[in-house]
């Protein structure tokens, strides 16, 4: 959909949420969708920024798992290939883990990391990344 309208919507509810001296799984889920929502809009600086706060929110809510489908996306388009490749394994292990599948945003984020994860390395040195991916924790 409207990924301009989703930005603004997210910002104002984190900023109502920060308002209301919110720092928990509210605030988390939030920033993590901004984050999210950032990357699909193109703009990583912005994402980048809203990860740096939203990642530990996330882990101190437990649920940090479901946001390394973003993390692989901001990788990618910035160019960390071997850091997406990572994050996609590390999610797709959480996942499992959690007995959770992915939600509509997740996968879109999973899709866009994944296709630029295999265009450009060779098959060999993504199953070394995944492989090192799967063994990352929390």
């Known amino acids: 959909g409207e990924v301009e309208v989703a930005v603004a919507c997210t910002q104002a509810a984190a900023e109502q949420l920060r308002g209301w001296g919110g720092s928990g799984y509210h605030l988390a889920f939030a920033l993590g969708n901004l984050a ?8 990583l600086a912005a994402a980048n920024e809203t990860a740096i706060e939203a990642l530990p929110l996330l882990a101190g809510a437990g649920i940090a798992f479901w946001f390394f489908d973003h993390l692989a996306a901001l990788a990618a388009r910035g160019g960390h290939i071997d ?4 994050f996609l394994a590390h999610a ?3 996942y499992a883990r959690q007995n959770d599948c992915r939600q509509p945003t997740q996968q ?3 899709d866009i990391a994944s ?5 450009r390395i060779d098959e060999r040195r993504l199953q070394r990344l995944f492989l090192i991916g799967r063994n990352v924790t929390e």
Not at 83 to 86: G, I, K, L, T
Request: no cysteine; aromatic share 8%; glycine share 8%.
């Open 115 to 119: 296709a630029i994860v295999r265009e």
């Open 36 to 43: 999210g929502f950032q990357i699909a809009q193109g703009d």
């Open 83 to 86: 850091d997406a490749a990572r």
């Open 108 to 110: 879109k984020a999973y």
């Open 92 to 94: 797709d292990v959480a």
